[in-house]
């Protein structure tokens, strides 16, 4: 299901007001369900990935981060979406965003980390599983890959 509203995906900057907010949506969506918090190491590695997010007016609807890895390739990283607004289409449209940001900086493949029970939104998107389950914050993961033409 596509949804109807009106979003506007885009690149923000490390260290902003709307960086910030990211954290914030990040935080309620991905780890205080697990009870765990970003250190300040973690969040000031964050510096060097780029940060996309998906916003309807002031309204952070989703985010999400790609970090450069070996080669052409980029890794797609803590994809949250407001809980107001999933299974909406915001996800998908995020990541249709973010695939053709990472074509225009040149990367040829996007990894990732899938949580298992987000493994079929991927497929659906075109991704694909590599090896074994493994566990990561707690949670069963799948590395899932796409190649982009």
């Excluded at 109807?4 to 923000?12: H, Q």
């Excluded at 205080?32 to 190491?41: A, H, I, M, N, R």
């Excluded at 990935?49 to 450069?68: E, I, N, R, Y």
Aim: proline residues 2%.
């Amino acid at each position: 299901m596509e949804s109807l509203i009106k979003m506007d995906c885009r690149e923000i900057t490390y260290g902003s007001a709307e960086y910030v907010q990211t954290i914030a949506l990040r935080k309620k969506i991905l780890r205080e369900p697990l009870g765990l918090e970003f250190t300040e190491d973690e969040l000031l590695a964050e510096r060097w990935s780029f940060h996309l997010t998906c916003w309807s007016g002031d309204a952070l609807l989703a985010c999400v981060m790609l970090s450069p890895s070996q080669g052409k390739k980029i890794r797609m990283r803590q994809l949250a979406v407001s809980e107001k607004w999933q299974r909406q289409g915001i996800g998908r449209t995020l990541v249709k965003y973010l695939e053709i940001f990472t074509h225009e900086l040149g990367c040829h493949e996007i990894v990732l980390h899938a949580r298992e029970s987000a493994v079929l939104f991927y497929e659906k998107l075109g991704y694909s599983k590599e090896g074994d389950r493994f566990f990561e914050v707690t949670l069963p993961h799948f590395s899932m890959q796409k190649h982009l033409s």
